[in-house]
Nanobody, 122 residues
Framework: HVQLVESGGGSVQAGGSLRLSCVAS????????MAWYRQAPGAACELVST???????YYLGSVKGRFTISKDNTKNTLYLQLNSLEPEDTDTYYC?????????????????WGQGTQVTVS
């Protein structure tokens, strides 16, 4: 059983920064591909960033240069550094993990999900 627990969300003013964390517990290998998604109420889930087992990354165009994904395999923790935040970044952010380390942009490949952490930018 795999459990993902996010933290680090909050309310900030435009231009501010936050750092989201996602601690993975259970049978999650260090080579697992992981991702951050975000979702507004009533809207579809949107892939923000993903990192493969070998460290290859992908970013949504609107966050490229502002957000940075990273992971610490020794702590089984995934991070998302959010800088230069904009009101349009307001969403619930979810951590997700797939079985296997290959990079994927397909939501259905991510079988484990956290409960979400709210980011509000005013």
């Amino acid at each position: 059983h795999v459990q993902l627990v996010e933290s680090g969300g909050g309310s900030v003013q435009a231009g501010g920064s936050l750092r989201l964390s996602c601690v993975a517990s259970g049978d999650v290998a260090g080579t697992t591909c992981m991702a951050w998604y975000r979702q507004a109420p009533g809207a579809a889930c949107e892939l923000v960033s993903t990192i493969s087992g070998d460290g290859t990354t992908y970013y949504l165009g609107s966050v490229k240069g502002r957000f940075t994904i990273s992971k610490d395999n020794t702590k089984n923790t995934l991070y998302l550094q959010l800088n230069s935040l904009e009101p349009e970044d307001t969403d619930t952010y979810y951590c997700a993990a797939r079985l296997g380390g290959s990079l994927t942009l397909t939501e259905a490949d991510f079988v484990h999900w956290g409960q979400g952490t709210q980011v509000t930018v005013s």
